[in-house]
Protein backbone atom coordinates (compact mmCIF):
# COMPACT_ATOMS: atom_id res chain seq x y z
CA UNK A 1 0.00 0.00 0.00
CA UNK A 2 1.20 3.60 -1.13
CA UNK A 3 2.44 4.96 1.88
CA UNK A 4 1.18 9.23 2.87
CA UNK A 5 1.10 11.00 5.47
CA UNK A 6 -2.32 10.63 7.48
CA UNK A 7 -4.90 13.53 7.76
CA UNK A 8 -5.08 13.53 11.37
CA UNK A 9 -1.09 14.37 11.60
CA UNK A 10 -0.75 16.59 8.93
CA UNK A 11 -3.97 18.58 10.81
CA UNK A 12 -1.99 18.82 13.84
CA UNK A 13 1.08 20.02 12.40
CA UNK A 14 -0.91 23.05 10.65
CA UNK A 15 -3.17 23.77 13.76
CA UNK A 16 -0.20 23.57 15.89
CA UNK A 17 1.39 26.23 13.90
CA UNK A 18 -1.83 28.11 13.68
CA UNK A 19 -1.92 27.58 17.47
CA UNK A 20 1.83 28.58 17.71
CA UNK A 21 1.02 31.87 15.68
CA UNK A 22 -1.75 32.64 17.47
CA UNK A 23 0.03 32.17 21.16
CA UNK A 24 2.25 34.31 19.54
CA UNK A 25 0.02 37.08 18.41
CA UNK A 26 -1.05 37.02 21.76
CA UNK A 27 2.05 37.07 23.37
CA UNK A 28 2.60 40.46 20.49
CA UNK A 29 -0.26 41.77 21.75
CA UNK A 30 0.86 41.50 25.52
CA UNK A 31 3.92 42.95 24.87
CA UNK A 32 2.47 45.92 23.12
CA UNK A 33 -0.07 46.53 25.67
CA UNK A 34 2.98 46.74 28.34
CA UNK A 35 4.97 48.81 25.93
CA UNK A 36 1.77 50.98 25.43
CA UNK A 37 1.87 51.29 29.52
CA UNK A 38 5.80 51.97 29.73
CA UNK A 39 5.20 54.32 27.02
CA UNK A 40 2.21 56.57 29.19
CA UNK A 41 4.32 55.64 31.78
CA UNK A 42 7.58 57.49 30.55
CA UNK A 43 5.24 59.90 28.97
CA UNK A 44 4.04 60.75 32.43
CA UNK A 45 7.38 60.77 34.14
CA UNK A 46 9.00 62.76 31.55
CA UNK A 47 6.13 65.32 32.46
CA UNK A 48 6.45 64.50 36.53
CA UNK A 49 10.35 65.10 35.71
CA UNK A 50 9.83 68.33 33.92
CA UNK A 51 7.30 69.61 36.22
CA UNK A 52 10.03 68.78 39.50
CA UNK A 53 12.80 70.29 37.96
CA UNK A 54 11.19 73.46 37.61
CA UNK A 55 9.29 73.08 40.65
CA UNK A 56 12.55 72.94 42.39
CA UNK A 57 14.54 75.60 40.01
CA UNK A 58 11.21 77.63 40.31
CA UNK A 59 11.53 77.69 44.21
CA UNK A 60 15.23 78.71 44.34
CA UNK A 61 14.25 81.26 41.40
CA UNK A 62 11.34 82.69 43.91
CA UNK A 63 13.67 82.56 46.94
CA UNK A 64 15.57 84.56 44.78
CA UNK A 65 12.96 87.07 43.68
CA UNK A 66 11.46 87.80 46.90
CA UNK A 67 14.51 88.82 49.09
CA UNK A 68 15.33 91.37 46.23
CA UNK A 69 12.27 92.27 46.40
CA UNK A 70 12.26 92.86 50.15
CA UNK A 71 16.09 94.38 49.39
CA UNK A 72 14.44 96.61 46.97
CA UNK A 73 11.19 97.41 48.62
CA UNK A 74 11.77 96.59 52.38
CA UNK A 75 7.67 95.07 52.32
CA UNK A 76 7.14 92.66 54.68
CA UNK A 77 5.02 90.62 52.67
CA UNK A 78 8.24 89.66 50.67
CA UNK A 79 10.18 88.83 53.59
CA UNK A 80 7.08 86.38 54.48
CA UNK A 81 6.73 84.92 51.25
CA UNK A 82 10.30 84.05 51.55
CA UNK A 83 10.45 82.35 55.06
CA UNK A 84 7.49 80.70 53.83
CA UNK A 85 8.54 78.94 50.87
CA UNK A 86 11.71 77.91 53.08
CA UNK A 87 9.90 76.80 56.31
CA UNK A 88 6.48 75.57 54.64
CA UNK A 89 5.80 75.42 50.94
CA UNK A 90 9.68 73.81 50.31
CA UNK A 91 9.29 73.70 46.77
CA UNK A 92 13.11 72.49 46.11
CA UNK A 93 12.97 69.88 48.64
CA UNK A 94 9.41 68.42 47.53
CA UNK A 95 10.59 69.12 43.89
CA UNK A 96 14.39 67.16 44.47
CA UNK A 97 12.52 65.21 46.46
CA UNK A 98 10.11 63.72 43.70
CA UNK A 99 12.82 63.83 41.14
CA UNK A 100 15.03 61.16 42.88
CA UNK A 101 11.54 59.17 43.54
CA UNK A 102 11.24 58.93 39.86
CA UNK A 103 14.40 58.19 38.98
CA UNK A 104 17.65 60.80 37.68
CA UNK A 105 20.91 59.71 36.38
CA UNK A 106 24.23 60.16 38.37
CA UNK A 107 25.06 63.40 36.18
CA UNK A 108 21.69 65.04 37.03
CA UNK A 109 22.18 64.28 40.56
CA UNK A 110 25.65 66.12 40.47
CA UNK A 111 23.78 69.09 38.19
CA UNK A 112 21.30 69.37 40.83
CA UNK A 113 23.91 68.45 44.05
CA UNK A 114 25.66 71.75 42.57
CA UNK A 115 23.26 73.88 41.94
CA UNK A 116 22.19 73.34 45.52
CA UNK A 117 25.53 74.26 46.68
CA UNK A 118 25.74 76.90 44.73
CA UNK A 119 22.14 78.07 46.04
CA UNK A 120 23.41 77.18 49.72
CA UNK A 121 26.29 79.41 48.67
CA UNK A 122 23.36 82.68 48.55
CA UNK A 123 22.13 82.25 51.46
CA UNK A 124 24.55 83.74 53.57
CA UNK A 125 24.04 86.60 51.03
CA UNK A 126 20.44 86.64 51.42
CA UNK A 127 20.63 86.25 55.40
CA UNK A 128 22.40 89.26 55.11
CA UNK A 129 20.45 91.58 52.88
CA UNK A 130 17.74 90.63 55.16
CA UNK A 131 19.19 91.96 58.33
CA UNK A 132 20.55 94.87 56.45
CA UNK A 133 16.41 95.80 54.80
CA UNK A 134 15.80 95.42 58.97
CA UNK A 135 18.42 98.17 59.81
CA UNK A 136 17.04 100.30 57.42
CA UNK A 137 20.38 99.91 54.87
CA UNK A 138 18.58 99.11 51.96
CA UNK A 139 21.25 100.30 49.40
CA UNK A 140 23.88 97.69 51.54
CA UNK A 141 21.20 95.31 51.04
CA UNK A 142 20.60 95.77 47.18
CA UNK A 143 24.29 95.23 46.68
CA UNK A 144 24.24 92.40 48.77
CA UNK A 145 21.32 90.52 46.09
CA UNK A 146 22.45 92.43 43.47
CA UNK A 147 26.48 92.71 43.47
CA UNK A 148 28.93 90.45 41.37
CA UNK A 149 29.11 87.79 43.51
CA UNK A 150 25.55 87.04 43.99
CA UNK A 151 24.43 87.82 40.49
CA UNK A 152 27.61 85.21 39.11
CA UNK A 153 26.18 82.72 41.37
CA UNK A 154 23.03 83.51 39.76
CA UNK A 155 24.10 82.96 36.49
CA UNK A 156 25.76 79.83 37.02
CA UNK A 157 22.21 78.32 38.64
CA UNK A 158 20.47 79.52 35.75
CA UNK A 159 23.40 77.84 33.33
CA UNK A 160 22.86 74.60 35.36
CA UNK A 161 19.42 74.56 35.15
CA UNK A 162 18.83 75.18 31.64
CA UNK A 163 21.68 72.52 31.40
CA UNK A 164 20.01 69.91 33.64
CA UNK A 165 16.40 70.72 31.83
CA UNK A 166 18.32 70.06 28.34
CA UNK A 167 19.71 66.86 29.73
CA UNK A 168 16.50 65.27 31.64
CA UNK A 169 14.22 66.47 28.68
CA UNK A 170 16.80 64.83 26.29
CA UNK A 171 17.30 61.17 27.94
CA UNK A 172 13.17 61.05 29.15
CA UNK A 173 12.75 62.08 24.75
CA UNK A 174 15.33 59.02 24.23
CA UNK A 175 13.29 56.70 26.28
CA UNK A 176 10.27 57.87 24.89
CA UNK A 177 11.74 56.99 21.55
CA UNK A 178 12.89 53.66 22.76
CA UNK A 179 9.72 52.95 23.92
CA UNK A 180 8.00 53.98 20.30
CA UNK A 181 10.46 51.80 18.51
CA UNK A 182 10.02 48.80 20.55
CA UNK A 183 6.16 49.51 19.74
CA UNK A 184 6.55 49.77 16.28
CA UNK A 185 8.50 46.48 16.14
CA UNK A 186 5.66 44.76 18.13
CA UNK A 187 3.59 46.15 15.77
CA UNK A 188 5.45 44.89 12.67
CA UNK A 189 5.51 41.42 14.46
CA UNK A 190 2.41 41.37 15.33
CA UNK A 191 0.83 42.06 11.55
CA UNK A 192 3.34 39.23 10.87
CA UNK A 193 1.80 37.11 13.04
CA UNK A 194 -1.67 37.66 11.83
CA UNK A 195 -0.66 37.80 8.35
CA UNK A 196 1.13 33.86 8.92
CA UNK A 197 -1.92 33.09 10.47
CA UNK A 198 -3.68 34.26 7.36
CA UNK A 199 -1.60 32.28 5.33
CA UNK A 200 -1.06 28.71 7.26
CA UNK A 201 -5.78 29.51 7.42
CA UNK A 202 -5.61 30.07 4.35
CA UNK A 203 -3.33 27.13 3.57
CA UNK A 204 -5.09 24.81 6.18
CA UNK A 205 -8.31 25.47 4.31
CA UNK A 206 -6.65 24.66 0.81
CA UNK A 207 -4.93 21.55 2.43
CA UNK A 208 -8.65 20.35 3.89
CA UNK A 209 -10.71 20.90 0.94
CA UNK A 210 -7.76 19.08 -1.49
CA UNK A 211 -6.65 16.75 0.71
CA UNK A 212 -9.68 16.20 2.83
CA UNK A 213 -13.50 16.98 1.72
CA UNK A 214 -12.64 15.95 -2.08
CA UNK A 215 -11.65 12.73 -1.02
CA UNK A 216 -14.48 12.54 1.43
CA UNK A 217 -17.13 14.09 -1.25
CA UNK A 218 -15.48 10.97 -3.25
CA UNK A 219 -16.19 8.46 -0.68
CA UNK A 220 -19.73 9.97 -0.09
CA UNK A 221 -20.84 9.20 -3.77
CA UNK A 222 -19.51 5.98 -4.15
CA UNK A 223 -20.95 5.08 -0.81
CA UNK A 224 -23.72 6.47 -2.81
CA UNK A 225 -23.35 4.38 -5.96
CA UNK A 226 -22.73 1.25 -3.23
CA UNK A 227 -25.91 2.12 -1.48
CA UNK A 228 -27.93 2.46 -4.72
CA UNK A 229 -26.40 -1.43 -5.78
CA UNK A 230 -23.88 -0.25 -8.18
CA UNK A 231 -21.26 -1.74 -7.48
CA UNK A 232 -19.21 -1.25 -10.70
CA UNK A 233 -18.77 2.54 -10.53
CA UNK A 234 -15.58 4.11 -11.49
CA UNK A 235 -13.50 4.94 -8.15
CA UNK A 236 -10.57 7.05 -8.69
CA UNK A 237 -9.47 7.35 -5.03
CA UNK A 238 -6.50 4.79 -4.51
CA UNK A 239 -5.72 3.49 -1.48
CA UNK A 240 -2.40 4.54 1.23
CA UNK A 241 -1.45 4.03 4.97
CA UNK A 242 -3.50 7.74 5.64
CA UNK A 243 -7.07 7.60 7.45
CA UNK A 244 -9.05 8.48 4.22
CA UNK A 245 -6.48 6.03 2.05
CA UNK A 246 -7.65 3.36 4.71
CA UNK A 247 -11.12 4.33 4.07
CA UNK A 248 -10.58 3.71 0.70
CA UNK A 249 -8.81 0.50 0.83
CA UNK A 250 -11.92 -1.03 2.36
CA UNK A 251 -14.44 0.50 0.00
CA UNK A 252 -12.40 -1.35 -2.89
CA UNK A 253 -12.33 -4.65 0.16
CA UNK A 254 -16.12 -4.20 0.20
CA UNK A 255 -17.04 -3.74 -3.60
CA UNK A 256 -14.61 -6.65 -4.12
CA UNK A 257 -16.26 -9.07 -1.73
CA UNK A 258 -20.09 -8.03 -1.80
CA UNK A 259 -19.42 -9.02 -6.05
CA UNK A 260 -17.48 -12.00 -4.80
CA UNK A 261 -21.03 -12.85 -2.90
CA UNK A 262 -23.13 -11.77 -5.19
CA UNK A 263 -21.51 -13.62 -7.98
CA UNK A 264 -21.48 -16.70 -6.29
CA UNK A 265 -25.56 -16.09 -5.23
CA UNK A 266 -25.68 -15.99 -9.04
CA UNK A 267 -23.80 -18.74 -9.86
CA UNK A 268 -25.91 -21.18 -7.23
CA UNK A 269 -29.68 -19.51 -8.71
CA UNK A 270 -29.09 -19.76 -11.90
CA UNK A 271 -27.42 -23.58 -11.52
CA UNK A 272 -30.83 -24.11 -9.16
CA UNK A 273 -33.74 -22.61 -11.97
CA UNK A 274 -31.39 -24.66 -14.08
CA UNK A 275 -32.34 -27.83 -12.28
CA UNK A 276 -29.01 -28.58 -10.59
CA UNK A 277 -29.12 -29.40 -7.27
CA UNK A 278 -26.32 -31.01 -6.47
CA UNK A 279 -24.33 -27.57 -5.48
CA UNK A 280 -22.59 -26.43 -2.23
CA UNK A 281 -22.01 -22.82 -1.01
CA UNK A 282 -18.31 -21.59 -0.49
CA UNK A 283 -17.29 -21.19 3.44
CA UNK A 284 -15.79 -18.04 2.93
CA UNK A 285 -18.91 -16.03 3.98
CA UNK A 286 -17.96 -13.39 6.46
CA UNK A 287 -19.67 -11.30 8.70
CA UNK A 288 -23.26 -10.82 8.42
CA UNK A 289 -23.16 -12.61 5.28
CA UNK A 290 -22.67 -15.93 6.97
CA UNK A 291 -26.55 -15.95 7.66
CA UNK A 292 -27.08 -15.81 4.09
CA UNK A 293 -24.75 -18.90 3.44
CA UNK A 294 -26.34 -20.92 5.50
CA UNK A 295 -29.65 -19.83 4.46
CA UNK A 296 -28.92 -20.95 1.08
CA UNK A 297 -27.18 -24.43 1.69
CA UNK A 298 -30.21 -25.05 4.56
CA UNK A 299 -32.46 -23.93 0.76
CA UNK A 300 -30.31 -26.84 -1.04
CA UNK A 301 -30.76 -29.04 1.63
CA UNK A 302 -34.13 -28.72 1.65
CA UNK A 303 -34.91 -28.86 -1.98
CA UNK A 304 -32.73 -32.09 -2.44
CA UNK A 305 -34.89 -33.65 0.67
CA UNK A 306 -38.34 -32.46 -0.71
CA UNK A 307 -37.06 -33.18 -4.43
CA UNK A 308 -35.83 -37.08 -3.03
CA UNK A 309 -39.22 -37.57 -1.18
CA UNK A 310 -40.93 -36.29 -4.40
CA UNK A 311 -39.36 -38.55 -6.40
CA UNK A 312 -39.62 -41.70 -4.45
CA UNK A 313 -43.23 -40.92 -3.73
CA UNK A 314 -43.43 -40.56 -7.24
CA UNK A 315 -42.07 -44.03 -7.54
CA UNK A 316 -44.19 -45.38 -5.47
CA UNK A 317 -47.47 -43.77 -7.08
CA UNK A 318 -46.55 -45.00 -10.39
CA UNK A 319 -46.27 -48.30 -8.83
CA UNK A 320 -49.72 -47.92 -7.03
CA UNK A 321 -51.24 -46.65 -9.81
CA UNK A 322 -49.77 -48.96 -12.62
CA UNK A 323 -51.04 -51.71 -10.01
CA UNK A 324 -54.34 -49.92 -9.56
CA UNK A 325 -54.83 -49.75 -13.47
CA UNK A 326 -54.38 -53.46 -13.76
CA UNK A 327 -56.92 -54.28 -10.99
CA UNK A 328 -59.51 -52.16 -12.71
CA UNK A 329 -58.62 -53.88 -15.90
CA UNK A 330 -59.27 -57.38 -14.37
CA UNK A 331 -62.51 -55.51 -12.73
CA UNK A 332 -63.94 -54.25 -15.72
CA UNK A 333 -62.98 -57.63 -17.52
CA UNK A 334 -64.35 -59.90 -14.41
CA UNK A 335 -67.97 -57.11 -15.00
CA UNK A 336 -68.16 -57.87 -18.64
CA UNK A 337 -67.82 -61.24 -17.57
CA UNK A 338 -70.63 -60.87 -14.90
CA UNK A 339 -73.00 -58.48 -17.24
CA UNK A 340 -72.46 -61.79 -19.65
CA UNK A 341 -73.64 -64.80 -17.31
CA UNK A 342 -76.48 -62.80 -16.07
CA UNK A 343 -77.73 -61.89 -19.57
CA UNK A 344 -77.16 -65.72 -20.34
CA UNK A 345 -79.32 -66.61 -16.84
CA UNK A 346 -81.96 -64.33 -18.36
CA UNK A 347 -82.15 -65.99 -21.33
CA UNK A 348 -82.61 -69.46 -19.18
CA UNK A 349 -85.49 -67.89 -17.04
CA UNK A 350 -87.02 -66.82 -20.02
CA UNK A 351 -86.87 -70.09 -21.39
CA UNK A 352 -88.20 -71.39 -18.45
CA UNK A 353 -91.36 -69.28 -18.43
CA UNK A 354 -91.98 -70.21 -21.41
CA UNK A 355 -91.65 -73.58 -20.91
CA UNK A 356 -94.31 -73.36 -17.76
CA UNK A 357 -96.87 -71.92 -20.56
CA UNK A 358 -96.34 -74.71 -22.64
CA UNK A 359 -96.88 -76.69 -19.58
CA UNK A 360 -99.69 -74.79 -18.33
CA UNK A 361 -101.26 -75.11 -22.68
CA UNK A 362 -100.40 -79.02 -22.52
CA UNK A 363 -101.75 -79.78 -19.27
CA UNK A 364 -104.05 -82.42 -21.18
CA UNK A 365 -100.70 -84.64 -21.65
CA UNK A 366 -99.88 -85.19 -18.29
CA UNK A 367 -97.48 -87.40 -18.56
CA UNK A 368 -95.81 -86.62 -21.33
CA UNK A 369 -95.27 -82.25 -19.56
CA UNK A 370 -94.24 -84.11 -16.45
CA UNK A 371 -91.21 -85.94 -17.62
CA UNK A 372 -90.61 -82.72 -19.81
CA UNK A 373 -91.12 -80.31 -16.73
CA UNK A 374 -88.93 -82.81 -14.52
CA UNK A 375 -85.99 -82.65 -17.01
CA UNK A 376 -86.81 -79.09 -17.18
CA UNK A 377 -86.94 -78.72 -14.08
CA UNK A 378 -83.62 -80.88 -13.86
CA UNK A 379 -82.24 -78.15 -16.11
CA UNK A 380 -83.48 -75.48 -13.78
CA UNK A 381 -82.02 -77.04 -11.09
CA UNK A 382 -78.34 -76.80 -12.89
CA UNK A 383 -79.22 -73.19 -13.59
CA UNK A 384 -80.25 -72.18 -10.60
CA UNK A 385 -77.17 -73.49 -9.19
CA UNK A 386 -74.63 -71.57 -11.75
CA UNK A 387 -76.81 -69.25 -10.87
CA UNK A 388 -76.05 -69.14 -7.07
CA UNK A 389 -72.37 -69.95 -8.35
CA UNK A 390 -72.42 -66.69 -10.35
CA UNK A 391 -73.84 -64.82 -7.46
CA UNK A 392 -71.60 -65.77 -5.13
CA UNK A 393 -68.96 -64.72 -7.17
CA UNK A 394 -70.12 -61.63 -8.44
CA UNK A 395 -70.33 -61.12 -4.43
CA UNK A 396 -66.90 -61.96 -3.78
CA UNK A 397 -65.94 -59.61 -6.67
CA UNK A 398 -68.24 -56.68 -4.94
CA UNK A 399 -65.84 -56.80 -2.28
CA UNK A 400 -62.79 -57.12 -3.82
CA UNK A 401 -63.50 -54.25 -5.53
CA UNK A 402 -64.66 -52.40 -2.36
CA UNK A 403 -60.62 -53.58 -1.38
CA UNK A 404 -59.78 -52.13 -4.42
CA UNK A 405 -61.27 -48.76 -4.17
CA UNK A 406 -59.99 -48.79 -0.20
CA UNK A 407 -56.95 -48.62 -1.55
CA UNK A 408 -57.34 -46.36 -4.44
CA UNK A 409 -58.79 -44.10 -1.56
CA UNK A 410 -55.57 -44.09 0.24
CA UNK A 411 -53.53 -43.62 -2.83
CA UNK A 412 -55.56 -40.52 -3.45
CA UNK A 413 -54.73 -39.91 0.33
CA UNK A 414 -51.34 -40.23 0.22
CA UNK A 415 -51.19 -38.25 -3.54
CA UNK A 416 -52.81 -35.35 -1.23
CA UNK A 417 -50.59 -35.56 1.38
CA UNK A 418 -47.62 -35.04 -1.49
CA UNK A 419 -49.24 -32.45 -2.88
CA UNK A 420 -49.62 -30.55 -0.02
CA UNK A 421 -45.50 -31.43 0.99
CA UNK A 422 -44.80 -30.17 -2.66
CA UNK A 423 -46.79 -26.94 -2.61
CA UNK A 424 -45.09 -26.22 0.75
CA UNK A 425 -41.43 -27.38 -0.73
CA UNK A 426 -42.26 -25.05 -3.75
CA UNK A 427 -43.38 -22.23 -1.25
CA UNK A 428 -40.07 -22.20 0.21
CA UNK A 429 -37.99 -22.32 -2.90
CA UNK A 430 -39.57 -18.98 -3.74
CA UNK A 431 -39.27 -18.44 -7.31
CA UNK A 432 -37.50 -21.54 -7.91
CA UNK A 433 -39.80 -23.20 -7.03
CA UNK A 434 -42.64 -22.47 -9.15
CA UNK A 435 -42.40 -25.87 -11.52
CA UNK A 436 -42.56 -27.48 -8.39
CA UNK A 437 -45.81 -25.43 -7.69
CA UNK A 438 -47.54 -26.29 -11.07
CA UNK A 439 -46.59 -30.24 -10.60
CA UNK A 440 -48.28 -30.01 -6.91
CA UNK A 441 -50.93 -28.72 -8.69
CA UNK A 442 -51.76 -31.40 -10.97
CA UNK A 443 -50.60 -34.10 -8.50
CA UNK A 444 -54.00 -32.70 -6.15
CA UNK A 445 -55.58 -32.09 -8.62
CA UNK A 446 -55.48 -35.83 -10.00
CA UNK A 447 -55.77 -36.77 -6.37
CA UNK A 448 -59.28 -35.08 -5.96
CA UNK A 449 -60.34 -37.19 -9.10
CA UNK A 450 -59.14 -40.41 -7.87
CA UNK A 451 -61.07 -39.55 -4.70
CA UNK A 452 -64.14 -38.38 -6.04
CA UNK A 453 -63.86 -41.68 -8.75
CA UNK A 454 -63.16 -43.88 -5.93
CA UNK A 455 -66.42 -42.13 -4.11
CA UNK A 456 -68.68 -42.74 -6.61
CA UNK A 457 -67.61 -46.49 -7.45
CA UNK A 458 -68.10 -47.20 -3.73
CA UNK A 459 -71.30 -45.82 -3.71
CA UNK A 460 -72.29 -47.97 -7.19
CA UNK A 461 -70.52 -50.92 -5.26
CA UNK A 462 -72.87 -50.41 -2.26
CA UNK A 463 -75.68 -50.54 -4.91
CA UNK A 464 -74.43 -54.06 -6.88
CA UNK A 465 -74.20 -56.01 -3.37
CA UNK A 466 -77.40 -54.82 -1.86
CA UNK A 467 -78.74 -55.95 -5.53
CA UNK A 468 -77.16 -59.00 -5.58
CA UNK A 469 -77.76 -59.81 -2.28
CA UNK A 470 -81.19 -59.84 -3.48
CA UNK A 471 -80.72 -61.81 -6.44
CA UNK A 472 -78.97 -64.57 -4.39
CA UNK A 473 -82.13 -64.40 -2.37
CA UNK A 474 -84.02 -64.71 -5.06
CA UNK A 475 -81.90 -67.42 -6.58
CA UNK A 476 -82.46 -69.31 -2.97
CA UNK A 477 -86.37 -68.87 -2.88
CA UNK A 478 -86.50 -70.19 -6.15
CA UNK A 479 -83.49 -73.35 -6.09
CA UNK A 480 -85.98 -74.29 -2.75
CA UNK A 481 -88.87 -73.98 -5.26
CA UNK A 482 -87.07 -76.09 -7.91
CA UNK A 483 -86.21 -78.63 -5.18
CA UNK A 484 -90.07 -78.99 -4.32
CA UNK A 485 -90.92 -79.34 -7.85
CA UNK A 486 -88.46 -81.94 -8.42
CA UNK A 487 -89.72 -83.68 -5.60
CA UNK A 488 -92.97 -83.49 -6.34
CA UNK A 489 -92.72 -84.56 -10.03
CA UNK A 490 -93.09 -88.37 -9.26
CA UNK A 491 -96.42 -87.35 -7.83
CA UNK A 492 -97.03 -85.48 -10.92
CA UNK A 493 -99.90 -87.70 -12.12
CA UNK A 494 -101.79 -87.26 -8.88
CA UNK A 495 -101.09 -83.85 -9.09
CA UNK A 496 -101.99 -83.02 -13.10
CA UNK A 497 -104.89 -81.63 -12.04
CA UNK A 498 -102.96 -79.05 -10.41
CA UNK A 499 -100.64 -78.09 -12.56
CA UNK A 500 -102.41 -75.32 -14.95
CA UNK A 501 -102.34 -73.63 -11.31
CA UNK A 502 -99.09 -74.35 -10.14
CA UNK A 503 -97.95 -73.35 -13.87
CA UNK A 504 -99.69 -70.12 -13.26
CA UNK A 505 -97.98 -69.60 -10.18
CA UNK A 506 -94.74 -70.78 -11.57
CA UNK A 507 -95.32 -68.48 -14.34
CA UNK A 508 -96.04 -65.29 -11.99
CA UNK A 509 -92.45 -66.43 -9.85
CA UNK A 510 -90.58 -66.48 -13.24
CA UNK A 511 -91.89 -62.85 -14.16
CA UNK A 512 -90.71 -61.69 -10.50
CA UNK A 513 -87.41 -63.66 -11.25
CA UNK A 514 -87.26 -62.24 -14.59
CA UNK A 515 -87.72 -58.33 -13.39
CA UNK A 516 -85.24 -59.28 -10.66
CA UNK A 517 -82.50 -60.57 -13.01
CA UNK A 518 -83.15 -57.82 -15.35
CA UNK A 519 -82.23 -55.21 -12.18
CA UNK A 520 -79.18 -57.50 -11.32
CA UNK A 521 -78.52 -57.02 -15.07
CA UNK A 522 -78.41 -53.26 -15.03
CA UNK A 523 -76.61 -53.07 -11.86
CA UNK A 524 -73.81 -55.50 -13.18
CA UNK A 525 -73.51 -53.39 -16.45
CA UNK A 526 -73.39 -49.94 -14.08
CA UNK A 527 -70.79 -52.19 -12.31
CA UNK A 528 -69.14 -52.95 -15.90
CA UNK A 529 -68.95 -49.06 -16.84
CA UNK A 530 -68.02 -48.14 -13.31
CA UNK A 531 -65.54 -50.64 -13.56
CA UNK A 532 -64.12 -49.22 -16.88
CA UNK A 533 -64.19 -45.44 -15.78
CA UNK A 534 -62.13 -46.83 -12.49
CA UNK A 535 -59.61 -48.07 -14.85
CA UNK A 536 -59.13 -45.20 -17.02
CA UNK A 537 -58.91 -42.83 -13.99
CA UNK A 538 -56.12 -45.54 -13.10
CA UNK A 539 -54.46 -45.05 -16.30
CA UNK A 540 -54.32 -41.23 -16.49
CA UNK A 541 -53.39 -41.56 -12.63
CA UNK A 542 -50.28 -43.55 -14.36
CA UNK A 543 -49.81 -41.17 -16.91
CA UNK A 544 -49.96 -38.21 -14.10
CA UNK A 545 -47.13 -40.24 -12.28
CA UNK A 546 -45.28 -40.78 -15.09
CA UNK A 547 -45.19 -37.17 -16.08
CA UNK A 548 -44.42 -36.66 -11.64
CA UNK A 549 -41.73 -38.94 -12.35
CA UNK A 550 -39.84 -37.20 -15.60
CA UNK A 551 -40.48 -33.21 -13.87
CA UNK A 552 -38.81 -34.84 -10.99
CA UNK A 553 -36.17 -36.26 -12.94
CA UNK A 554 -35.07 -32.81 -14.66
CA UNK A 555 -33.77 -32.03 -11.35
CA UNK A 556 -29.76 -33.43 -10.65
CA UNK A 557 -29.63 -34.36 -6.65
CA UNK A 558 -27.01 -34.99 -4.69
Known amino acids: MKKAM ?60 EVRAFAATGMQEHYDNYWNEINELQNREKGLGALQEIGITDQEQAMIDQMSSISNGLVPLEEEAMKEVQAGEREKAIEYVYGTEYSTSIAQINALKEEFLSALDIRALEELQALEQREDYIKLTMFCALAMVGVITLLNMVITRVHIMRPVIAVKNQMGEISGGNLSARFSLEANTSEIGMLVASIHDTKRELKKYIQDINYILAQMAEGNMNLSVGNDYLGEFAPIQAAMQQILDSLNSALSRINFTAEQVSAESEQMASDAQTLSSGSVQQAAAVQELSASIQDISRQVDRTSEDADDARKASEDAAMQLQICDQKMEALTTAMEDISKSSHQIGGIIKTIEDIAFQTKILALNASVEAARAGEAGKSFSVVADEVQSLANKSSVSAHDITQLIESSMQLVSYGASLSSDTTQALAAVISSAGKSAEMVERIAESAVEQSQSLKQLTLGMEQISEVVQTNAATAEKSAASARELNDQAEELKLSVHRFRLR
Open 6 to 65: KQSTLMLILNGISILALLFLVFSLISYSNVSKQLNTASAERFELTYNANRFMNGSAYLTN
